[in-house]
């Protein structure tokens, strides 16, 4: 079982490109979560997914964050276009059901 | 990730010690509580979980307790071991699935 996986690990940006994160969740789980992690807010919740269906992206910062389930083994999290206070790092989690949710490895963004 | 911020409270403790963390959720309607442990550089994992009918739940090395009363957590760590090492979050379910975590917790194990 190779976990939730996501793509880039790292991304250093400059302020006003657009940025897109990557995620495979964990084969079967029908749960996707994208939450952002900073020092000065913690781990956040951003929006999920139930089979492919956004169910609540209350925590979506601003309209410059957009999230895709197309299929159930693939999300994006573009920001676009993107500011040095989205520096962070953006979890993927995926989970089945009600059951725990499985982080991915985080990818650490950098916007200049 | 850089997960852990500058300012997270720190519990140092000695190898083969007992260690316990605390946390004060917010949502007394919540009946679902996590806990999940952060090393550097790697997503939160899942270590215990404990529901509302509860107030006490073992599992290997760690205990939760659930004091509904004061809405308090605690996480147990028995005979702490230099790879329990690691920012601990807990975590309260809002609503059918979304969780909401604490601050976290760092604790550093000195051999």
């Known amino acids: 079982d190779a976990g939730v996986i996501q793509s880039p690990r790292h991304e250093v940006t400059e302020m006003g490109q657009e940025v897109t994160l990557r995620c495979k969740p964990i084969?079967?789980?029908?749960?996707l979560f994208w939450y952002r992690q900073t020092m000065m807010r913690g781990l956040e919740l951003l929006i999920y997914?139930?089979?492919?269906?956004?169910?609540?992206d209350s925590g979506m910062p601003e309209d410059r964050f957009s999230a895709k389930m197309p299929n159930a083994s693939f999300s994006t999290l573009k920001i676009q276009p993107s500011e040095p206070r989205d520096s962070a790092v953006y979890f993927c989690?995926?989970?089945?059901?009600?059951?725990?949710?499985?982080f991915g490895p985080g990818t650490r963004l950098t916007v200049l | 990730g850089e997960s852990v911020g500058l300012h997270l409270p720190t519990l140092s403790v000695q190898e083969g010690d007992n260690s316990i963390i605390n946390c004060a959720y917010s949502?007394?309607?919540?009946?679902?509580f996590i806990w999940y442990k952060q090393e550097s550089g790697k997503g939160p994992q899942f270590i215990i979980d404990?529901?509302?009918?509860?107030d006490k739940r073992q599992g290997q090395r760690v205990t939760v307790l659930l004091n509904k009363t004061v809405k308090h957590l605690s996480l147990q760590i028995a005979a702490t071991q230099p790879g329990d090492s690691a920012v601990y979050f807990c975590?309260?379910?809002?609503?059918?699935?979304?969780?909401?975590f604490g601050t976290g917790t760092r604790l550093l194990v000195s051999p």
């Open positions: 404990i529901r509302s009918n509860m």
């Open positions: 975590a309260e379910k809002e609503g059918f699935q979304k969780l909401v």
């Open positions: 989690a995926s989970s089945l059901s009600r059951n725990e949710q499985f």
């Open positions: 949502n007394s309607a919540s009946d679902y």
């Open positions: 997914f139930n089979n492919n269906v956004p169910i609540d």
């Open positions: 084969s079967g789980h029908d749960y």
